[in-house]
């Protein structure tokens, strides 16, 4: 194509995985504060470049030690975007159907269905709280599990009825998590 360009395969397909890359990221994080952070991102990495095509030492070694450090400082900042990205993708491409049961009895995980009664008696419970006029917020998991929600609260090991439910919600009580 140019005589001056020699492009194999590999290298297209290394373009075309970049460009893919970043235009999840950019769909990721639009319109969110997350994108004033990537454009930092983008000018610092610009930089470097720039810096190392001039050949200058010092100031690449003062980037590349700014970019370690930074690296590390966004995945703490963002470590609960990076959890939440990281189920959705996990869900998205993970095991399931009748791979799913296989990969969960591997590793001994069981899981949880709710009985009728338990649905009768949460059904009761919100019943009771409205014609009271009390709001509560119930969490019931589906396909993942809560317990990075649940973590920092205290277990009460107990059958879930409807008056430890309306208990649970008297006055200035927010949330509840059932599993």
Request: charged share 20%; proline share 2%; glycine share 8%.
């Amino acid at each position: 194509m140019f005589g001056f360009l020699n492009f194999s395969f590999a290298d297209i397909l290394d373009i075309l995985m970049v460009a893919g890359l970043i235009f999840l990221v950019f769909k990721w994080i639009k319109g969110s504060a997350a994108m004033n952070i990537f454009l930092a991102i983008l000018s610092i990495f610009i930089l470097k470049m720039t810096v190392a095509a001039f050949n200058m030492k010092l100031m690449n070694e003062i980037i590349s030690t700014f970019i370690d450090v930074g690296v590390l400082a966004l995945i703490v900042l963002f470590q609960p975007e990076i959890r939440h990205w990281l189920m959705k993708f996990g869900s998205r491409y993970g095991v399931g159907g009748a791979g799913k049961d296989f990969f969960y009895r591997l590793l001994g995980i069981k899981e949880q269905k709710m009985t009728g009664g338990t649905v009768s008696e949460i059904s009761e419970a919100c019943r009771l709280m409205s014609s009271s006029k009390t709001g509560a917020l119930i969490v019931l998991p589906r396909k993942h599990s809560l317990d990075h929600v649940v973590e920092p609260g205290d277990s009460i090991d107990a059958k879930v009825s409807r008056s430890l439910i309306c208990n649970t919600f008297f006055k200035m009580s927010m949330i509840c998590c059932i599993r």
